[in-house]
């Protein structure tokens, strides 16, 4: 595996002198000033590969190439969005950029409650609660009929969290849900919006009607329609699974677990459309044997965010130390160190907040510190590997 890092462009607080020296290889980057739908220039996209290989790096994955909601829900500006999608993807194939990771996620990437969680050791991680998250949905959103969506028992969570709630802690739910997580991902909603909630209640109206089944007819014609250009630059477009793996806001989700990368990779059954494999994206559904499906779709799979997490009994999920939790990293690591092509980016994903990573104004998940400890570690675990199979080898 290729040893890769997400970084935010120049305005990043973590440098890409800082990263040389950690042992990274490869860098996952975007035109992030690009507005979701516009054209990235031939000329900008050469300007940031320049620009990062002068600092001894190379540009390995695009992530992300944002799929514009009207892409995802079938509006009138489709077809114009997909072309310029198709000239932006050339534009990046011309300058040897070959993997680009994307998500088709409705309105919203991924979701977590907590962005600041607190462990026992003193480092804090994000963190997903039910419980929250219904409150969010009913009582702050007020989505119509959201209360169908929840059991009988989390409705009643809701209603006592109602009693106890402060506004400073409504502020702090609707700041982590749908402004901070967003803001610096696909650029739906900002933090210097002034009334998040209704423009994304607005978003959210965009999908009225659109279920599963319309969802999934929108991203085959999105995919087949961008096929030609990846099969001329030998572009591989990665499509990162849904996080939390399950419907959220009346939202369909179509990249949740095994039937669904079964549906995504058989529409349009090109090797160039594959997998972004999110270990802790698909470890946080329960329905979903992480190991399993890496061996399943092995081939088909392009990059791979190693990070693991822990589902709770009551249904919430943490980010779990990168060598515990559900993502079973160790297994991981061994079979694509062993199996898959040896220029397989790999990037650590949602590191622990630890040292002096709060001070720092890093991105929620995207601390320095804790990257770098978890990289230590997937780093550990791949040369014990590697030692291990040279052992094997006949000699």
């Known amino acids: 595996m290729e040893r890769t890092w997400r970084w935010f462009g120049k305005k990043d607080p973590v440098t890409l002198a800082m990263l040389r020296q950690i042992g990274v290889e490869g860098i996952v980057t975007a035109l992030h000033d690009v507005p979701n739908g516009e054209i990235w220039t031939d000329e900008d996209v050469r300007e940031l590969k320049n620009f990062i290989a002068v600092n001894g790096l190379h540009w390995s994955v695009v992530e992300s190439l944002p799929v514009a909601e009207a892409i995802k829900y079938g509006g009138k500006e489709r077809d114009r969005l ?78 006592e969290l109602d009693k106890t709630i402060t506004r400073q802690e409504k502020d702090e739910l609707v ?52 096929m030609p250009v990846c099969d001329r630059f030998d572009i591989n477009m990665t499509v990162h699974p849904d996080d939390p793996p399950f419907p959220v806001l009346g939202l369909p989700r179509i990249v949740t677990g095994e039937a669904d990368i079964d549906w995504l990779l058989s529409a349009v059954d090109n ?61 991981l690591v061994e079979l694509f160190e062993r199996h898959a092509p040896a220029s397989l980016p790999m990037r650590i994903d949602h590191g622990r907040n630890m040292l002096d990573d709060e001070q720092k104004n890093y991105n929620p998940g995207y601390s320095f510190s804790g990257r770098m400890h978890a990289l230590a570690q997937v780093m550990g675990i791949a040369a014990a590997v590697r030692e291990l199979a040279a052992e094997e080898s006949p000699v």
């Open 175 to 226: 700041y982590s849900i749908i402004v901070k997580t967003q803001g610096f991902v696909n650029g739906n909603i900002r933090e210097s919006d002034q009334n998040p909630v209704a423009l994304f209640k607005s978003l959210l109206s965009l999908y009225d009607g659109i279920d599963k089944a319309a969802l999934r007819a929108n991203m085959q014609y999105f995919l087949a329609h961008i």
């Open 82 to 159: 997909i072309e310029n999608y198709k000239i932006s993807l050339a534009n990046l194939g011309k300058n040897g950029v070959k993997t680009v990771c994307y998500n088709f996620m409705p309105v919203i990437d991924w979701i977590r409650t907590d962005l600041r969680h607190t462990w026992p050791d003193g480092s804090s991680s994000l963190y997903f609660s039910k419980a929250r998250f219904a409150y969010f949905d009913c009582c702050i959103l007020q989505r119509a009929g959201a209360e169908n969506d929840y059991s009988a028992a989390e409705m009643q969570q809701v209603r």
């Open 271 to 331: 090797p160039h459309n594959g997998l972004a494999f999110c270990a802790g994206s698909l470890s946080a559904g329960l329905h979903n044997e992480v190991l399993a499906l890496a061996e399943k779709y092995l081939k088909r799979i392009h990059f791979v965010h190693l990070r693991s997490t822990d589902v709770l009994p009551n249904g919430d999920f943490i980010e779990a130390s990168h060598l515990e939790g559900r993502g079973r990293l160790v297994k």
